[in-house]
């Protein structure tokens, strides 16, 4: 990882990002809000790479939107607690 982005990935108390990586190296971070997963590359990607990226966010974008889903139907299945 190039130290110019080690404060993007390694953030105050103790937080680290969520990381792309491209061949081992890190290219940028992303992060998800509701099911919708938002990529911050450090630099221009090959076109290649760009869809690759892209073809990853809408699988995960995906799986989150069948996720939550999922867990609200759970709850609002499950009977409540009788105690």
Known sequence: MDEAHY???FRA???VAAVILNDGRVI?????EGHRVTPELFAPVAASVAAA???EVQALSAWLRHA?????VARK??????V
């Open 7 to 9: 404060k993007a990935v």
């Open 53 to 55: 990226l892209d073809q």
């Open 28 to 32: 940028g971070t992303w992060k998800a």
């Open 13 to 15: 108390a103790a937080d």
């Open 68 to 72: 939550r889903r999922t867990s609200s």
């Open 77 to 82: 299945t499950v009977p409540p607690n009788p």
